[in-house]
């Protein structure tokens, strides 16, 4: 059982929660995750550890709740409890000094990416960061990345905060302009993912996807996180979560990604539901 000691709402659906997990804590490196479930019989899903304290023996998650566990988990307040929390999972992130490298957020991503541009601009890299989303209401942890950025651009695609498009409009800028750009990471939703690396590979930049795929164990017995990665199969869990962008078959992964969505829409409406009768 893992208490849960902070909850914060930073946006309507997206919470941060401190949760003690004292064996996790010291072990957690960026780009690690863990598998969580939040009651019995509850459903295991894959959330990256944003942040740790060592000596307090806890773990920060942001979560958005977009389905029925995250809503769920989203009804636990400080006091109460998380069934499971598994990890540190999947390799840390490969981090080195580029020079100068993009460190791109889609939506909750960005929560993901916080650890790695803190890791980034520790390993001597100048940041530039793109934070995108399809609003203002949608835009996380801004400050946050604007203190171990060089230059941060935010990006929304209805223009209610910052540019108005997507990211990949801010990131050709950057990549056309004479910064020696010679990394990117990103982190978000899949087509974001897709469309960044598609358009880094037009200039040669190396780049770093994190591959959001469905799991169940997190150790590579499920096979549940298979993707296609140059040709060759590969497991999320165990041979990621960060990919070379280049080599992803996003297409492929777009279609698993949606394998469970109709059973998913099903439970997600029996659960609110459910909830509405508790009112």
């Known amino acids: 059982m893992y208490l849960i000691t902070h909850k914060e709402k930073l946006s309507q659906t997206i919470t941060k929660y401190v949760v003690k997990a004292p064996f996790i804590a010291p072990k957690r490196k960026a780009g690690n995750f863990v598998i969580l479930r939040v009651e019995e019989h509850g459903e295991r899903i894959p959330i990256t550890i944003v942040d740790s304290d060592a000596k307090e023996g806890t773990i920060t998650l942001i979560v958005q709740a977009i389905g029925k566990t995250t809503k769920l988990l989203a009804t636990k307040n400080v006091g109460d409890y998380i069934l499971d929390v598994v990890g540190p999972l999947g390799n840390p992130t490969p981090i080195e000094n580029h020079g100068a490298v993009v460190c791109i957020g ?12 803190k890791a980034l601009k520790k390993a001597g890299n100048s940041i530039y960061t793109i934070i995108g989303a399809r609003s203002k209401e949608l835009i996380i942890l801004e400050n946050e990345m ?4 060089d230059k941060t651009f935010i990006t929304t695609d209805d223009g209610s905060y910052g540019r108005k498009g997507v990211v990949t409009d801010q990131l050709k800028d950057l990549l056309d302009a004479p910064l020696g750009i010679s990394a990117v990471y990103a982190i978000g939703p899949l087509p974001m993912m897709k469309f960044v690396s598609l ?18 164990d997190g150790t590579g017995m499920c096979g549940g996180c298979r993707v296609t990665i140059g040709g060759e199969m590969k497991f999320a869990c ?5 990919f070379d962008g280049h080599q992803v078959d996003f297409d492929e992964m777009l279609m698993r990604s949606r394998s469970y969505l109709a059973m998913e829409k099903i439970s997600d409406e029996l659960f609110t539901h459910q909830c509405q009768l508790e009112k």
């Open 106 to 117: 889609g939506g909750v991503g960005t929560a993901e990416m916080l650890p790695i541009a």
């Open 199 to 216: 358009l880094t590979k037009q200039y040669d930049v190396q780049t770093l996807v994190s591959l959001n795929a469905i799991m169940v």
């Open 146 to 149: 604007k203190e171990i950025s």
């Open 238 to 242: 165990v041979d990621g979560p960060e």
